[in-house]
C-alpha cells in the first residue's frame, strides 16, 4: 500500500525534514509511526496524503508512483486517503452533518447518496444522532469523531491519523483506538502518528520511530487483514 524508497523533504528555510526513508507498509496493515515533536510525522504524512511532495526519493501509494501524477490523477489519490487531524479541523457555522458530508460534496455526489453515506458514518463512529449539532455543542472526544467520520465518508482504503489522541485523556484514547481497529479489521490500512508510547506499547502494533528526519527504528507485530 505504501512504499517509501530513500524519501527526503528539504524546506528552505527549515531545512532537513525527512531523510532518507525507506519502508514498506502492506495492504491492510495498521502501524504507529512515533518520534519526539519535530522528528518529522507529520510530514511524512502530508508527503503520503499528497499535500506535499519530496525532494527526493520516489513515494508509492497503492502502486502508484506520487511522484509521476498528474494534478488530475493527485486529486484522484487524496480523495482516496482520509486524513485525521489532532485539532479536528472542524468548520464552526457547520452542523455535524455538514462538516461529515464535505469530501462527498466536494466529489459531486448525489445529495441521496451523501445522506445515506453521512449516516452511515456517524453510525460507525456512534454520533447518529447528532446531525444538526453544532461542533461547538460537542465534547472534545465527539469533536475527534466527527473528524474520523468525515475521514471514512468517502470509503477511503487508506486513513492517516495525525496524533489523533493528543487532546484526549486516556479512556477517550482507548476508545478512539477500538474505531481504528475497528476499521482495520475490514482491511483499511491505517498509518498512525502518535506520541504516545504507553498507548502505542498496550496495542502491539508495528511501531516505525522516527529521530531528527530518519527512520531509526521499525518493530513490532505486523497486523494485517487477510481477507
Known amino acids: 500500500m505504501i512504499r517509501c524508497e530513500r524519501v527526503s523533504k528539504r524546506y528552505p528555510l527549515s531545512g532537513e525534514a525527512l531523510s532518507e526513508l525507506r519502508f514498506h507498509i502492506a495492504s491492510g496493515e495498521m502501524v504507529f509511526l ?12 502530508k508527503l503520503i496524503g499528497g499535500l506535499e511532495s519530496p525532494t527526493r526519493g520516489q513515494l508509492f501509494v497503492d502502486g502508484r508512483n506520487l511522484n509521476q501524477l498528474s494534478p488530475r490523477q493527485m486529486s484522484f489519490h487524496r480523495r482516496r486517503v482520509g ?9 464552526r457555522d457547520r ?3 455538514d462538516n461529515v458530508a464535505l469530501p462527498l460534496v ?4 448525489r445529495h441521496q447518496e451523501i445522506r445515506r453515506r ?3 458514518a456517524l453510525d460507525q463512529v456512534g454520533l447518529l444522532g447528532k446531525e444538526r449539532t453544532q461542533p461547538i455543542a460537542l465534547s472534545g472526544g465527539e469533536q475527534q469523531r466527527v473528524g474520523i467520520a468525515r475521514a471514512i465518508v468517502s ?19 482507548r476508545e478512539i483506538m477500538g474505531l481504528f481497529e475497528r476499521f482495520n479489521q475490514v482491511g483499511v490500512t491505517l498509518l ?13 502494533y508495528r511501531t516505525l520511530t ?12 505486523p497486523h494485517a487483514f487477510r481477507a
Open 34 to 45: 512515533t518520534g519526539r515533536s519535530g522528528a518529522g510525522k507529520s510530514t511524512l504524512l
Open 83 to 91: 486524513m485525521i487531524f489532532q485539532d479536528h479541523r472542524l468548520l
Open 95 to 97: 452542523t455535524v452533518f
Open 106 to 109: 466536494a466529489a459531486g455526489v
Open 118 to 120: 453521512v449516516r452511515a
Open 155 to 173: 470509503r477511503p482504503p487508506l486513513l492517516l491519523a495525525d496524533e489523533p489522541t493528543g487532546n484526549l485523556d486516556p479512556d477517550l484514547s
Open 192 to 204: 498512525i502518528a502518535s506520541h504516545d508510547l504507553a498507548l502505542i506499547n498496550s496495542l502491539a
Open 210 to 221: 522516527l529521530d531528527q528526519g530518519r527512520l531509526v527504528a521499525d518493530s513490532g507485530t
